[in-house]
Every structure is written in structure tokens, then in C-alpha cells.
């Protein structure tokens, strides 16, 4: 089993920036691959950024250049640094593990981005 704990969203301007952390029960490297999922109103959920075991991260299109997928293994915790923010941003965004198979998501965390 693996529990994730996000935190960090919230309220922000167009241009503004907001770190989200997931705070993850076991050691990361544990975990095949990290990531960052999120959901607007009325869309499907879809991939944001991810990390491997091995560092290796990814990112969609429509973030890339803008956000970072980090982690701190010391605190199994991974971030999501997200620069310049733009109001089709907003989402609640899911903190996702892949773990023996199986993906486990957290709670989810809203982030509003205002214009």
C-alpha cells in the first residue's frame, strides 16, 4: 500500500506560481514512477508531469518549460513547481505512485488560477 499526501494548491493570479508537495508513506524509491495528474471541471483526468525511479521526468505539452517534477527523497516527498500560470491551469491536481501494478492517487489539491 501506498498513501499520498498533497498539499500546496490554492489561489493565484495569471503569471503566478504555486508549489504543490505529495507527501508519499514509503521511500520513493520504492515506487516505480512518480507523478502529477489533474482534472478540470467537466474533462477527463489527464497527465501532467512524472518521475521515474531513475529520475528521468516527463511532462505534457501544455506544461513543459513552465512546471518542474522534482523530489526529496530524504523526506519522500515530490513536488510540482509550477511557474507562469495560466488560467486553463486550474484543475484539482492528483498526486499519483505506481507501486507493484497497481497506481494509488491521493486526495487531490485545487488549484484556481485567476485572470
Known amino acids: 500500500q501506498v498513501a499520498l499526501v498533497e498539499s500546496g494548491g490554492g489561489l493565484v493570479q495569471a503569471g503566478g506560481s504555486l508549489r504543490l508537495s505529495c507527501v508519499v508513506s514509503?521511500?520513493?524509491?520504492?515506487?516505480?514512477?512518480m507523478g502529477w495528474f489533474r482534472q478540470a471541471p467537466g474533462k477527463q483526468r489527464e497527465l501532467v508531469a512524472t518521475?521515474?525511479?531513475?529520475?528521468?521526468?516527463n511532462y505534457a505539452d501544455s506544461v513543459k518549460g513552465r512546471f518542474t517534477i522534482s523530489r526529496d527523497s530524504a523526506k519522500n516527498t515530490v513536488y510540482l513547481q509550477m511557474n507562469t500560470l495560466k488560467v486553463e491551469d486550474t484543475a484539482v491536481y492528483y498526486c499519483n505512485a505506481f507501486w507493484r501494478g497497481t497506481d494509488y492517487w491521493g486526495q487531490g489539491t485545487q488549484v484556481t488560477v485567476s485572470s
Open positions: 518521475i521515474t525511479r531513475g529520475g528521468s521526468t
Open positions: 514509503r521511500n520513493i524509491f520504492d515506487v516505480n514512477a
